[in-house]
């Protein structure tokens, strides 16, 4: 059984950097799709990033595209998303999320971690 735990949010102010980390317990293969979500309360929730396990390809939300990276440590099984130049538009609740499937849908997206909340404010 495979297991995601996001780690990383907090309050930041706008203009900061925050990194979140996603850890998974159990095999991951390395045909994966690894990604990242958010969502704002009464909104739905909104495709960020993802990426191939094996290999590079990512891809962006055109809203984080040139601030946000992801990034992977595979001897950890841990895959990042640093966030940078942070707005008050970027607060919500991020979610890391594995598939088999390169795509920006979430019902392609089979596992999926808790939550963490990000804020940015001044």
């Known amino acids: 059984q495979v297991q995601l735990r996001e780690s990383g949010g907090g309050l930041v102010q706008p203009g900061g950097s925050l990194t979140l980390s996603c850890s998974a317990s159990?095999?991951?293969?390395?045909?994966?799709?690894v990604g990242w979500f958010r969502q704002d309360p009464g909104k739905e929730r909104e495709f960020v990033a993802m990426?191939?396990?094996?290999?590079?390809?990512?891809y962006y939300a055109d809203s984080v595209k040139d601030r946000f990276i992801i990034s992977l440590e595979k001897g950890k099984n841990t895959w990042l998303l640093q966030m940078n130049n942070l707005s008050p538009d970027d607060t919500a609740v991020y979610y890391c999320?594995?598939?088999?499937?390169?795509?920006?849908?979430?019902?392609?997206?089979?596992?999926w971690g808790q939550g963490t909340q990000v804020t940015v404010s001044s």
């Open positions: 999320a594995a598939g088999s499937e390169y795509s920006q849908r979430l019902s392609d997206y089979k596992y």
């Open positions: 159990g095999r991951i293969l390395s045909s994966w799709i």
């Open positions: 990426r191939r396990w094996a290999g590079h390809s990512p």
